[in-house]
T-cell receptor, first 113, second 110 residues
Framework: DAGVTQSPTHLIKTRGQQVTLRCSPISGHKSVSWYQQVLGQGPQFIFQYYEKEERGRGNFPDRFSARQFPNYSSELNVNALLLGDSALYLC????????????FGPGTRLLVL | GEDVEQSLFLSVREGDSSVINCTYTDSSSTYLYWYKQEPGAGLQLLTYIFSNMDMKQDQRLTVLLNKKDKHLSLRIADTQTGDSAIYFCAESRGSYIPTFGRGTSLIVHP
């Protein structure tokens, strides 16, 4: 079975631009979470979606938004990019919302110049 | 201070045991996790332990939990060069959203 997939793998943007990152969960998983991992740090929770509804939000500005589609894939959008948004963005999926285990994708590495 | 703390580096010789330590602050933590991240890759869940357990063993991996001291450790027996990676300790509470430490870089040398 395929694991969590994310696209694109790498992305370069300039300050002020907007970016959309995509995630496909493991087949049968209905919950998707997004994390930001800045170089040298552990991942920080951004959002959790389950059954197309936002079920959790971390301490990130409104420039960050996300949605989940009927097939349970998800998109993370970041507007008005800042240099500090440069990071590895990780998607994780789980079977349901309150699940003790999540499985991570390889991430999208975003560089903001 | 940080919710989850780990030392940043550990260097061991191939064939020796590695012990990576972690402390956390929240006594209501439900699950505690160890993740592995290889260069340029996402996170791989290695193992996790429920907070009412003291120990969990899975092949070369042994997790020890001291709930009184809020201390978690991961022991890797017979460490190999392929074990070189960053190891993240994480804890979760009712929402099951993990809070991660900064990671420990394990360097295995011949």
């Amino acid at each position: 079975d395929a694991g969590v997939t994310q696209s694109p793998t790498h992305l370069i943007k300039t300050r002020g631009q907007q970016v959309t990152l995509r995630c496909s969960p493991i087949s049968g998983h209905k919950s998707v979470s997004w994390y930001q991992q800045v170089l040298g740090q552990g991942p920080q929770f951004i959002f959790q979606y389950y059954e197309k509804e936002e079920r959790g939000r971390g301490n990130f500005p409104d420039r960050f938004s996300a949605r989940q589609f009927p097939n349970y894939s998800s998109e993370l959008n970041v507007n008005a990019l800042l240099l500090g948004d440069s990071a590895l963005y990780l998607c994780a999926s789980s079977i349901r919302q309150a699940q003790e285990t999540q499985y991570f994708g390889p991430g999208t590495r975003l560089l903001v110049l | 201070g940080e919710d989850v703390e780990q030392s940043l580096f550990l260097s061991v010789r191939e064939g020796d045991s590695s012990v990576i330590n972690c402390t956390y602050t929240d006594s209501s933590s439900t699950y505690l996790y160890w993740y592995k991240q290889e260069p340029g890759a996402g996170l791989q869940l290695l193992t996790y332990i429920f907070s009412n357990m003291d120990m969990k063993q899975d092949q070369r991996l042994t997790v020890l939990l001291n709930k009184k001291d809020k201390h978690l450790s991961l022991r890797i027996a017979d460490t190999q060069t392929g074990d070189s990676a960053i190891y993240f300790c994480a804890e979760s509470r009712g929402s099951y959203i993990p809070t991660f430490g900064r990671g420990t870089s394990l360097i295995v040398h011949p």
